[in-house]
């Protein structure tokens, strides 16, 4: 089986930085596109950025110029990096990767279990 597994979360004061990494580990055979949502409690799961196997990236206008997502798809992980992080910024960040697995010739969407931002005032 094919796990996400995240790290970099935590509690940061508004104005701070983060960096997000996420690694996908299993039976892969090839990776397509990545990228990272966010959730807080009442809204709906929310995009935030994407990037495809040959580094195209996509940001939500929220984070525009603040955000930036990269990969190495040696180590099968994708980061997010996050600056002048504003308290809306403040939730639940899921990774979610398009993977192949080498047993089953189909592109299924794998999540993470998802890390907590936190920023305050």
């Known amino acids: 089986q094919v796990q996400l597994v995240e790290s970099g979360g935590g509690l940061v004061q508004a104005g701070g930085s983060l960096r997000l990494s996420c690694a996908a580990s299993g039976s892969i055979f090839s990776i397509n596109a990545m990228g990272w949502y966010r959730q807080v409690p009442g809204k709906q799961r929310e995009s935030v950025a994407s990037?495809?196997?040959?580094?195209?990236?996509n940001y939500a206008d929220s984070v525009k110029g603040r955000f930036t997502l990269s990969r190495d798809n040696a180590k099968n992980t994708v980061y997010l990096q996050m600056n002048d992080l504003k308290p809306e910024d403040t939730a639940i960040y899921y990774c979610?990767?398009?993977?192949?697995?080498?047993?089953?010739?189909?592109?299924?969407?794998?999540w993470g279990q998802g890390t907590q931002v936190t920023v305050s005032a």
């Open positions: 990037i495809t196997s040959g580094g195209s990236t």
């Open positions: 979610k990767a398009d993977i192949k697995t080498r047993l089953l010739s189909a592109w299924i969407n794998y």
